[in-house]
């Protein structure tokens, strides 16, 4: 059996298709696990540093901004990729046309954040750090050179800029920590961070490339067309992803905040494995729809089947060490290790909600998308306000789950696409199947 194992594991490794992509996948891999391990220690010293009221409000500064960075159209840069790969001889008038739209989108941004900090009930303090930490979302936000290393299969390149200067960021934090640096001077780092990347991507862009960009009107509108198309699945499910600390910033206190975000950060560590299979893999998988719809439906269940089973055991580890994440944390954070195990609860079905989601996008059902999306953002407001009202903050770490189920198993249903929890669900099942019957057929 154990030969059999290693026959297989090497026919995998030798398969073209995964040589193309490994290299990729191995940077952004090796970004990512730096960054979970740097930033998974860095961040219980920052988090012990500022004491659960402030970094409960260091994340809703956070979440604020993000959702509002939907506005800035971040996910044109898939279809500048689309659109080059189609044509590279017009790379320079399709990144023309994306510089263009996107900076229109981050002044709009910019002008919609600060109008909304008057409209909603906060102090002074919180509204100007929302002000500051919006100029590096502006700067991240008409960011545009992504879009080419991503085309030229260079993703390295962001993965080794944006892993260099969290290191070097991640040496302030420390030493801000250490000195017990007030709040104003972490949200002047996490701006640095978004300056920095955008200007360390620009140089390298501007030494690679020497072609004109130019803005085409007929470009520009196709990009529109495609923005109106899917800007309200992003925008509800940028509503959805930040739904929970934002709206708990109005029922709990910034103390029990701070822990539920203390939670939150820990779980998100754990989901970049289904993002990071869906950047690398996913156009592969895509491509093979070309041969046969069969090939591409084999391939898709094994993709949702892997990141449902890797984050399963995400799931069982944060529930096993739990309580020695919660010791980590200190005493002024009591309660955390019951909130991560609950909060862990979703991160399978999260795995799940990436493919599915780039399954409806390629088959180019965005109505269905925009619903999906829509539902779970009302699902996840009202389910926060609810199961927070009757359980504190232990609710609002299970709504996670509770939303993410009957989004991908009986929405479905009830808008007569049974075949698309049928995919997901048959993909749970098949996926050990399908592996215990490759390695016993080796």
Sequence with gaps: MYEKIIDFLKKISSHEGIKIYSENLFFISLEKTVR?????????????????QYYGLFNYILSFVTVFSILSLPFLNNIAIREMAKSENNCGKILGVLRSIKLSGAAI?????????YLITMD????YLIWLLSIGAFFAG??????????????????????GLFLVVSLFRIYFAYQKFPLRDFIILETFFLLGMVLGLKIIFVKQTNFQLTSDADERKKFLNVAKVLFLAEIFSAIYTKADILILKELVSNHDLGLFTAAVRIIESCSFISIAFGNTFYPSIANSKNVSENLYLYRLKLYI???????????????IFAPLLAKLF????????????????KLPFFGVAVPFGQHLYL???IKYLSLSAFVSMILMISGIIIFTEYF???????????????VLFLLPWLCGKKELSKIVFTAIIFFPKEIYHKIKTL
Excluded at 109 to 117: D, F, H, K, L, N
Excluded at 392 to 406: D, K, N, S, T, Y
Aim: proline share 2%; glycine share 8%.
């Design 36 to 52: 979970i391990v740097i930033g998974f220690f860095v961040g219980i010293y920052v988090a012990r540093a500022l004491t659960p």
């Design 124 to 127: 002074n303090s919180t509204r």
């Design 392 to 406: 504190g903050i232990r609710g609002a770490a299970l709504c996670g789950v509770a939303v993410q189920i009957p």
């Design 109 to 117: 941004m910019i002008a919609a954040i600060i109008g909304s900090t």
């Design 363 to 365: 088959e180019n059902r």
């Design 330 to 345: 200190g005493s002024n954070y009591s309660g955390v290790s019951e909130l991560i195990m609950l909060y862990s609860l």
């Design 305 to 319: 089947g892997v990141v449902f089973y890797i984050n399963l055991l995400c799931t069982i580890a944060l529930i």
């Design 142 to 163: 008409s960011e545009y050179y992504s879009s080419y290393f991503v085309f030229k299969r260079q993703n390295k390149i962001i993965s080794l800029v944006s892993l």
